[in-house]
């Protein structure tokens, strides 16, 4: 019996496979079990001298991260071998090859994708991969991410690198797929704490169980953690107020609840929790890219004191039946004084406020039209650019979600109202 198990994620073509497998056969006196894990049903025929063949196990799943978790808990070989939809065994590639010192647990590979280079988890010992589990496919903004984010969370220390051990069946240059690899490329920056200026998340959620792991989560992912993340359920009823209620431990994250009154008031009763020198708002659809407390930091610490709002742009995507679908990026302008702000194409963000201007001017507004529940964003702009001024950077490190259940997409015909109000 060998001490390797192969995991095949998603690799449901039979012409993928073929290559795999054939690929597989140079280590096949190494050979414990090969597990293929998949969304559609699905069975191989293949005529082989090679017994383990016929040993394939296949498992259909709709949470890869989940499924790798339940099927590694079960393993009692030595090692796991990881290929996921795109990939196969270089032929450089030998027995030899796939050994770990007595330090290392983990070997990483990596590859060029659209001149980016992407880093893949190879082969692991199994007891590494039991101690530090996947996360959840609901967890991710999109599948692509499962292995990257899985390799942020694995320490330095344990890893030996190796290029150039896997070939790629077919590679994507479609606009959304180059996007998704450059998201996946923060995943492999080194971690940092930087220290000063201080700087927190606050997420205000109402009904939105679809999504409000994956913003937390988001949050969890950087490479340098954020001073706070606080985050208030504002009365949900879709069940989202449970889910959130399982990332509290009072250290990194701490959840309030309340009853529904809108986003405004729902911010103001977390201000007074607020530690940090500044705070961004995250919208509980929206997601940050893994280097998003890094970039941001970088500019706050060159912000004047009279500037209460730092921004950028917005990458945005669409929500579609089986994942997200990138649209574009919107690129921020500068704003002077009120009239640019109510000409401004909005959403204005990501949004970074200092937290002693939030103060200073009484929190967000609750203002009369729609009982403060609408554009809570805009008001509180409006309110800061009577007494400071707000600074644009060129940086993109928030992504906006385009679905049905969005607020600001049902109430689109509202919108000029709200500007004659201001």
Request: glycine share 4%; hydrophobic share 35%.
């Amino acid at each position: 019996m060998g001490d390797i198990t192969v995991i095949l994620i998603n690799n449901s073509n039979e012409a993928g496979l073929h290559k795999v497998f054939s690929s597989l056969k140079k280590i096949s006196s190494r050979l414990h079990s090969i597990i293929v894990i998949h969304h559609q049903k699905m069975s191989f025929n293949w005529k082989s001298d090679h017994g383990w063949i016929s040993h394939i196990q296949f498992v259909q799943s709709e949470d890869f991260g989940n499924s790798l978790n339940e099927t590694i808990d079960k393993l009692n070989s030595t090692y796991v071998l990881f290929l996921n939809e795109q990939s196969y065994l270089s032929p450089t590639l030998t027995n030899e090859t796939l050994h770990l010192s007595q330090s290392r647990h983990l070997l990483i590979t990596s590859y060029p994708i659209n001149n980016i280079v992407i880093e893949h988890p190879l082969f692991a010992r199994t007891t590494l991969v039991k101690k530090t589990p996947f996360i959840s496919m609901k967890h991710l903004p999109f599948k692509e991410a499962l292995f990257p984010s899985w390799l942020s969370m694995i320490p330095h220390s344990f890893v030996s690198y190796k290029n150039g051990l896997l070939k790629q069946t077919r590679k994507s240059n479609s606009a959304n797929m180059k996007e998704k690899q450059k998201l996946i490329h923060k995943y492999q920056l080194d971690k940092l704490e930087t220290g000063y200026p201080s700087l927190s998340v606050l997420i205000s959620n109402y009904n939105m169980e679809k999504y409000i792991d994956i913003a937390i989560v988001s949050c969890l992912l950087q490479n340098e953690t954020p001073n706070q993340i606080l985050i208030i359920d504002d009365g949900s009823t879709d069940g989202s107020d449970e889910r959130i209620k399982k990332w509290n431990d009072e250290k990194r994250v701490n959840v309030f609840h309340k009853k529904n009154e809108g986003k405004a008031r729902a911010l103001n009763y977390l201000l007074p929790h607020v530690t940090s020198n500044f705070v961004l708002e995250l919208d509980a659809d929206d997601w940050l890219d893994p280097d998003a407390i890094t970039t941001i930091k970088k500019y706050l610490v060159e912000l004047s004191d009279n500037i209460s709002l730092l921004y950028g742009n917005l990458r945005k995507w669409k929500q579609i039946t089986n994942g997200i679908m990138f649209k574009g990026v919107a690129t921020g302008k500068s704003i002077h004084a009120k009239a640019d702000l109510l000409h401004y194409h909005f959403p204005l963000g990501p949004r970074i406020y200092r937290t002693s201007s939030l103060r200073k001017v009484g929190g967000f507004p609750v203002i009369e039209y729609e009982n403060g529940r609408l554009y809570e964003d805009v008001s509180m702009l409006n309110r800061l650019i009577n007494s400071s001024q707000f600074c644009y950077q060129d940086f993109t490190v928030y992504n906006v979600r385009e679905h049905q259940e969005s607020i600001t997409k049902n109430n689109l015909a509202k919108w000029q109202q709200f500007k004659k109000n201001l």
